[in-house]
């Protein structure tokens, strides 16, 4: 923090809770954070990826952000582990949650 120009406790520490969707929010339903979408977002090459898993590193860039799919296709489904969430269905919770 003493390296940063603008370090700013109080607008750090709150602007990484709202970009995570982990801080406090009158309306959560709004921000379900996908880490997919950031990934394709932030990192299109997915360089990032490669650089902390290592296993993935000859996923082609389109494939990298949901390796599943290509590595299932092209029969390599024992290089990597198995999705832990599926999101699309932790979305669909959420907001029934969210829906009281």
């Keep these: 923090m003493q ?43 997915g360089e990032f990826i490669r650089m902390y898993v290592p296993e993935l590193k000859d996923i082609p860039d389109k494939e990298i952000h949901f390796p599943h799919e290509y590595l299932s296709r092209n029969g390599l489904s024992k290089k990597y582990v198995e999705p832990v969430v599926n999101h699309k269905d932790a ?10």
């Design 3 to 45: 390296h940063l120009l603008d370090g700013d406790l109080s607008a750090n520490n709150g602007g990484w809770q709202w970009a995570a969707s982990t801080g406090c929010d009158a309306q959560p339903y709004f921000r379900i954070f996908n880490p997919i979408t950031q990934s394709k977002k932030f990192d299109p090459k």
């Design 91 to 100: 979305r669909v919770e959420a907001l029934a949650f969210y829906r009281v």
